[in-house]
């Protein structure tokens, strides 16, 4: 029953690796929008959702190891 859980968590997490990774082209985008436009605040918060899904990011990575 172990090696099942272990499986399903496997195969959950990349399912998740996709989405992720659209995420984080997304936020790239609007960070690069944002220092066009100078604007600080965007800056910050495109940085700040960069370091969360890079986290994520890491734990999937870490999880299948």
């Keep these: 029953m172990k090696y ?3 499986a399903l968590r496997r195969k959950e997490a990349q399912e998740k ?3 992720i990774r659209m ?3 997304y936020e790239l985008v609007t960070l690069f929008d944002a220092m066009k436009a100078d604007d600080k605040v965007m800056i910050i ?3 700040e959702r ?3 899904l890079r986290k994520q990011m890491l734990q999937i990575d ?3 190891v």
């Design 4 to 6: 099942v859980v272990e």
């Design 17 to 19: 690796l996709p989405v």
């Design 23 to 25: 995420e984080i082209d």
């Design 45 to 47: 918060k495109a940085k």
């Design 50 to 52: 960069l370091e969360v």
């Design 62 to 64: 870490n999880e299948q």
